[in-house]
């Protein structure tokens, strides 16, 4: 099993910049390919960003394609989404989440664990 824990949310400014990061716990961190999914208020859960268990793969929901990066650190059991250009329809609770393949997915479902979630609120 393996433990999420977000931090790094805050509120900015439209055209702002923040960089979330997702403290795991475990020893087979580097076995399971991670994703960033976000639940704005009234709005179902959806998908933002996933990286391979490796960090070679990395893909994107089009409407962060460009603005958004994912990345992952193996050594410190952390990963990160560095969020640029941001928007207030950005605005949301981002979550971590982890699956025990090495492929990612863009599919909620397919994540069997999730951290609490940091609030990003961007203003206009």
């Known amino acids: 099993q393996v433990q999420l824990v977000e931090s790094g949310g805050g509120l900015v400014q439209a055209g702002g910049s923040l960089r979330l990061s997702c403290a795991a716990s475990?020893?087979?961190?580097?076995?399971?390919?991670l994703a960033w999914l976000r639940r704005a208020p009234g709005k179902e859960r959806e998908f933002v960003a996933a990286i391979s268990s490796n960090g070679g793969i990395t893909a994107y929901a089009d409407s962060v394609k460009g603005r958004f990066t994912i990345s992952r650190d193996n050594a410190k059991n952390t990963m990160y989404l560095q969020l640029n250009s941001l928007k207030p329809e950005d605005t949301a609770v981002y979550s971590c989440?982890?699956?025990?393949?090495?492929?990612?997915?863009?599919?909620?479902?397919?994540?069997?664990?999730w951290g609490q979630g940091t609030q990003v609120t961007v203003s206009s």
């Open positions: 475990g020893r087979t961190f580097s076995s399971y390919a």
């Open positions: 989440a982890a699956r025990s393949y090495y492929g990612g997915s863009a599919f909620v479902d397919d994540y069997a664990y």
